[in-house]
């Protein structure tokens, strides 16, 4: 019954900051069966479990709790830009089996949606509470009232924001699709944190908007860019309990450089202990991470045979370069390509994850690199990786991939895979 009632109340060379990496702990492999007879096997220390909690849905991405404790989820349809978006809602937890018997779908037609996010106003004089629902959309930001139990929104949704909703075709690093949200109670005020990805792989952008984090009120006033040069920050999210609370995100480095460089990065973008420093830049497009370390860009550099390198549009002139030593410091960083998505705390969790992060590696998109495709830890102290949850990724070939982390218990979640549109449920034996 505790997992109830905290459900409802609520590295293939892994690099390290310092360069380092540890010693991979000994997996025990679960066997699961998907619909239509797919099966995958999955490999979780030996203390853990995994079921299937639900499946039969697209490019399932990020998962979120609503104000009345329920689960709700995005879907991106596909890798392409398109508008078959949906948000689901996840009804009928059944404990004992670890699934969910119902998958309600609560808007469609969407365009690329990553994640969303909940916010209720306080009551003030006569006006009672009243919750939002936002939901980061390619070419803009909406939200929509939201009350218990709702099945769908009963209103048209109010736009907060616009953003470019066009880039580069994939030869050049795609444009990143997706936009991601966050409340932060930070500095005395709740405020909504959205990053934007960049339109390219290294470039000059046109507009101001991309690569960057940005804040605004919750009803969408007073917007403006907090930081630059995040390349392509999917994963954000807001910990109350590291440094009187703290907001952190991953963040996908650049592709021109081959297959060895640059780093991933995690970083503590902003808290109430370590406030961002005006004009922050994280230093994309002219500076990359190696052994934990920022580095100047060989913006212009000869690949070693066999990189997959992305290359840069032939006409246009390399960006200025950026001071690199002026970049906030790295939590810690991830292999090369390994695309960290989603990622969790584990706060008041049992020996087994106790002030700990997982982060979900997505994956290299060329396999053959072999970094992401699992499901990493490390301690806050420590920050040393650790392979968590593996198996996505077998002799080259892609049999998952994980994206969204969502806390359910002391030690348990729920991990969304992307590719077979499904969500695994770990939880302790």
């Not at 948000?87 to 089996?97: F, T």
């Not at 392509?232 to 963040?251: C, H, K, R």
């Not at 396999?367 to 102290?381: N, S, W």
Request: with cysteine.
């Amino acid at each position: 019954m505790w997992f109830v009632k905290a459900f409802f109340a609520a590295l293939f060379c892994t690099v390290l900051a310092s360069g380092a990496s540890v010693d991979a702990q000994q997996l025990t492999p679960h066997r699961l069966t998907l619909a239509k007879g797919k099966t995958l096997t999955l490999n979780l220390p030996s203390n853990f479990t995994i079921s299937i909690a639900a499946q039969g849905m697209k490019r399932l991405r990020f998962l979120t709790v609503s104000p009345d404790n329920r689960i709700f989820a995005t879907d991106m349809h596909d890798l392409g830009d398109n508008s078959l978006g949906k948000v689901y809602i996840l009804e009928g937890w059944n404990e004992k089996a670890g699934k969910f018997a119902k998958i309600i779908t609560y808007l469609d037609h969407l365009r690329n949606p990553n994640n969303i996010a909940f916010y209720t106003e306080p009551a003030q004089d006569e006006k009672p509470t009243q919750s939002w629902l936002y939901l980061p959309l390619t070419d803009r930001l909406l939200r929509y009232k939201y009350n218990p139990g709702d099945t769908a929104p009963k209103d048209a949704p109010e736009v907060l924001a616009h953003y470019p909703d066009y880039g580069l075709n994939y030869k050049y690093g795609g444009w990143h699709l997706t936009r991601t949200v966050a409340f932060a109670t930070l500095h005395g005020k709740t405020r909504l944190y959205v990053t934007v990805g960049s339109s390219c792989n290294a470039c000059n952008e046109k507009e101001e908007i991309r690569a960057t984090l940005t804040v605004m009120d919750p009803d969408g006033a007073h917007q403006e860019i907090l930081a630059r040069g995040l390349r392509n920050a999917v994963g954000m999210e807001y910990i109350p309990s590291i440094d009187d609370g703290a907001l952190f995100a991953t963040n996908m480095g650049a592709d021109h450089l081959g297959d060895q460089a640059p780093e991933d990065g995690f970083f503590e973008l902003d808290s109430n202990a370590r406030p961002i420093a005006p004009g922050a830049n994280y230093g994309w497009p002219t500076c990359y991470f190696e052994n934990g370390q920022p580095h100047p860009d060989r913006f212009i550099s000869d690949p070693k045979p066999g990189d997959h390198v992305v290359p840069t549009p032939a006409a246009a002139p390399p960006p200025q370069q950026f001071d690199c030593s002026k970049i906030p410091a790295a939590y810690t960083t991830f292999a090369p390509h390994s695309s960290p998505l989603g990622l969790e705390y584990f706060d008041s969790a049992n020996d087994s994850l106790r002030d700990s992060f997982l982060v979900a590696l997505h994956g290299a998109s060329h396999t053959e690199i072999g970094t992401g495709y699992r499901v990493a830890r490390f301690d806050r102290e420590h920050r040393r990786h650790q392979d968590f949850l593996t198996g996505f990724l077998v002799h080259g070939i892609v049999r998952g991939r994980p994206c969204g982390i969502l806390r359910v218990g002391p030690d348990a979640f729920l991990v969304t895979d992307d590719f077979n549109g499904a969500i695994y449920y770990v939880r302790p034996k």
